[in-house]
């Protein structure tokens, strides 16, 4: 299952960038995280793909997402100009964004490259 964050459950599960300058990943497992809005096309087809991953990751990556409409603030902190917008986590690495609804087969192979993290 994919979780809405909040900014409140992103700076306990993600980034407390309140209190850091510099990155430090607060999971214990690496992260994919979706910045998306109700109103767009692309994050609505993106969505099903992302269920279907959280399933097939389950238990290897967390997968959230961030409603832009509602997280002005945290978007506004990773400067998201697009939607949809992914941010990748590796646990011990610095965060790496992709924009746009990919295909299954791309996100699966950053989730390999990035997160370092097979199937």
């Known amino acids: 299952m994919t979780?809405?964050?909040?900014?409140?459950?992103?700076?306990?599960?993600?980034?407390?960038?309140?209190?850091?300058?510099?990155?430090?990943?607060?999971?214990d497992k690496p992260a994919l995280?979706?910045?998306?809005?109700?109103?767009c096309g692309p994050c609505k087809a993106l969505a099903p793909v992302l269920e279907?991953?959280?399933?097939?990751?389950?238990g290897k990556v967390d997968i959230y997402k961030i409603n832009t409409e509602e997280q002005q603030e945290?978007?506004?902190?990773?400067?998201?100009r697009s939607i949809p917008?992914?941010?990748?986590c590796p646990v011990e690495e610095e965060p790496q964004m992709a924009h746009g609804a990919l295909p299954q087969k791309q996100i699966e192979q950053?989730?390999?490259?990035?997160?370092?993290?097979e199937k």
């Open 74 to 80: 945290l978007s506004a902190a990773f400067g998201i």
């Open 85 to 88: 917008s992914m941010l990748f």
């Open 3 to 27: 979780e809405n964050l909040t900014k409140e459950t992103f700076l306990k599960k993600v980034f407390n960038f309140e209190e850091n300058k510099e990155w430090k990943f607060e999971g």
């Open 110 to 117: 950053i989730i390999k490259d990035v997160l370092k993290v």
């Open 52 to 58: 279907q991953l959280s399933e097939q990751y389950e």
């Open 33 to 39: 995280i979706d910045f998306y809005a109700d109103w």
